[in-house]
């Protein structure tokens, strides 16, 4: 993959992360000013087609990146993202107020990132098996007709999420963020999304996972920060916390 077809394709990708729409070469020109014809532009799409980076639902309509799209791009054009300075603050205002009052952060945290990110978020302690979730019904309001077997299939999942937590758990070996796309989900039944998930560890040496879960467009810079931040700042609470992202 050439400088300029890496480009078209993590492209494609922003676009198609704000629209859920195909992108065609004239967006590529007109709305992100490739100095380029599109007829040049065509010809990298097809061959980003052709190595399976990019997908055609049919012969009129623009790319959609593919699961080796998605791939790519996380592990060769995405950078580390920071949380603004305002999100951390706003944040670790809220979390230090909760500690403080000493409330059970596996309920008022998941609440919190639900209500901060506008996703859905579950949170869970395995060792008191408590688990919490908010946000699910705002996600199926948004669905569109196509993605209710899908939802309700995440919805399955999420009630016996506290089952699953041993797959999980046996694909994080050490302490480091993993990004699974698609069909790399190590829990089966929705290879159709997407999952941010790190592991971190208690005072007390106790294990713990913090995921994020959605669709496959998903913006991975920001959700893996924002796991990020999550994790360093519940280094010493036994909790799990699942982000669904709309």
């Known amino acids: 993959m050439n400088t300029r077809q890496k480009k078209i394709?993590?492209?494609?990708?922003?676009?198609?992360?704000?629209?859920?729409?195909?992108?065609g070469s004239?967006?590529?020109?007109?709305?992100?000013?490739?100095?380029?014809s599109?007829?040049?532009?065509?010809?990298?799409?097809?061959?980003?087609?052709?190595?399976?980076?990019?997908h055609q639902p049919h012969v009129s309509a623009g790319r959609m990146p593919t699961d080796k799209g998605y791939r790519y791009f996380v592990e060769n054009v995405m950078q580390d993202q920071q949380l603004s300075k305002k999100e951390q603050q706003?944040?670790?205002?809220?979390?230090?107020?909760?500690?403080?009052?000493?409330?059970?952060?596996?309920?008022t945290t998941a609440k919190l990132l639900s209500v901060l990110s506008g996703n859905v978020a579950f949170s869970g302690m395995p060792e008191k098996n408590e688990f919490y979730e908010f946000g699910l019904r705002g996600l199926l309001q948004e669905a569109e007709s196509e993605d209710i077997d899908e939802l309700c299939r995440l919805a399955e999942v999420l009630?016996?999420?506290?089952?699953?937590?041993?797959?999980?758990?046996?694909?994080?070996?050490?302490?480091e963020t993993k990004i699974f796309i698609?069909?790399?989900?190590?829990?089966?039944?929705?290879?159709?999304?997407?999952?941010?998930?790190?592991?971190?560890?208690?005072?007390s040496g106790?294990?713990?996972?913090?995921?994020?879960?959605?669709?496959?467009?998903?913006?991975?810079?920001?959700?893996?920060?924002?796991?990020?931040?999550?994790?360093?700042?519940?280094?010493?609470?036994?909790?799990?916390?699942?982000?669904?992202?709309?």
Do not use: W
């Open 26 to 36: 004239h967006v590529l020109v007109e709305k992100y000013g490739f100095a380029v």
């Open 206 to 246: 106790g294990r713990g996972i913090i995921a994020l879960i959605g669709p496959k467009r998903m913006k991975y810079d920001k959700n893996k920060s924002l796991i990020d931040y999550v994790k360093k700042f519940l280094s010493t609470s036994a909790v799990i916390i699942i982000i669904i992202s709309l």
């Open 182 to 203: 698609g069909k790399e989900n190590p829990i089966s039944e929705i290879s159709n999304y997407s999952m941010v998930v790190s592991p971190y560890h208690d005072k």
């Open 38 to 54: 599109t007829a040049t532009l065509r010809n990298d799409m097809v061959h980003l087609e052709e190595e399976g980076f990019l």
């Open 159 to 175: 009630d016996y999420i506290d089952e699953r937590c041993d797959v999980l758990m046996r694909e994080l070996p050490n302490d």
């Open 90 to 107: 706003k944040m670790q205002k809220e979390l230090l107020q909760l500690r403080a009052r000493n409330v059970r952060l596996t309920r």
């Open 9 to 23: 394709l993590a492209t494609i990708i922003e676009e198609y992360t704000t629209t859920g729409l195909p992108v």
